[in-house]
């Protein structure tokens, strides 16, 4: 039987289980069951987002994809392929795109291709950049490598019984309810030591749990060598110009990000989307910050969510104890 696990992500940046089910069939009525049904378990409060394997196999789908869909076309070894990975992972911004999308269909002529013209279509649900402003909590498909399954790896599979699979999903979740309180009595017993004296690392360090302090101090350390480079300034907004290096597997590139900055309320937002995704304030902006003389950290960067002095009662109530 398919089963279909609701997984979700604790302020330790872990796996946490919403929900699942055992499902006879994997056709449209059966999934629309099991969507109403997990949602009135929830009290009705549906996700903002969600991902499914199929976003996580799209990536691999589009690199196997390409050369059997395009390979026919003279264009294709003389950079076809190259200017439509550029399009759907270089681009930026959402205009961006659409001139790159527009430019690359017109440059080799493939305003009939039905395959490309299906991708464009449902292009506000895979290609990164029409993902930017939604909270994915670092479950995103690129960043994170744990697969929707992977929570009931090494309990259960394929073969499992119905009386086994019962046993075995009940071990898992205490497992996971331990490595929760494990990382729990870790915040609040080990600190990790700051790398710089700014205080705006220093609170991050007071409030949030060890695993998302250490994704702030990767941020910290890699504005070392960042020289924010001022693009315009327009009365109490300045933009900015940021060269970094992004690594992509075991390759690096340089890329240039913009960073928008209001001197009036100490907001700024970074085309890298880094705070709307995954809600950790990236180096361009902690950049932008440090050469604008910025010490004191505006309270719209510092969400709940990874804050580990807030008393969190779903965790005692899923434990099973009752």
């Known amino acids: ?23 006879s069939s994997e056709d449209t009525g059966t999934f629309t069951w099991l969507f109403q049904t997990w949602l009135q378990c929830m009290d009705g409060i549906a996700p903002k987002a969600i991902i499914t394997d199929q976003d996580r196999a799209m990536k691999n789908a589009i690199a196997t994809k390409v050369p059997e869909k395009l390979g026919s076309y003279a264009a294709y070894r003389s950079g076809l392929k190259t200017q439509l990975m550029k399009c759907v992972y270089d681009t930026q911004t959402i205009e961006e795109f659409e001139k790159c999308w527009a430019g690359f269909i017109n440059t080799y002529d493939l305003h009939e291709n039905v395959w490309l013209k299906s991708l464009y279509v449902e292009r506000e649900y895979w290609v990164p950049v029409f993902l930017k402003e939604h909270f994915w909590a670092g479950m995103s498909t690129t960043q994170r490598s744990e697969s929707m399954n992977a929570f009931f790896d090494g309990y259960v599979h394929s073969k499992t019984n119905l009386k086994e699979f019962v046993d075995q999903f009940d071990s898992a979740l205490r497992k996971k309810i ?38 702030v101090q990767q941020q910290v350390i890699g504005l070392l060598d960042l ?22 597997e075991e390759f690096t590139k340089p890329v240039t990000f913009l960073v928008d900055f209001n001197e009036e309320d100490c907001s700024a937002k970074c085309s890298c989307g880094l705070f709307q995704m995954r809600g950790i304030l990236c180096r361009h902006i902690l950049a932008v910050f440090k050469c604008n003389g910025i010490k004191s950290l505006p309270d719209r960067y510092i969400l709940d969510r990874w804050r580990k002095d807030i008393k969190r009662r779903c965790k005692e109530e899923d434990t099973g104890d009752d």
């Open 178 to 215: 331990e490595n929760e309180n494990h990382a729990e009595f870790q915040s609040f017993s080990q600190v990790i030591p700051c790398i710089s004296r700014s205080p705006i690392e220093k609170k991050f360090q007071e409030l949030y749990t060890n695993a998302k302090f250490r994704e």
């Open 227 to 248: 020289d924010p480079s001022l693009l315009t300034s327009d009365g109490v907004m300045k933009s900015y110009l940021l060269e970094d290096e992004v690594r992509i």
């Open 1 to 23: 039987m398919p089963f279909a696990p609701f997984v979700g992500v604790n302020h330790h940046g872990q796996s946490i289980l919403l929900g699942a089910g055992l499902i």
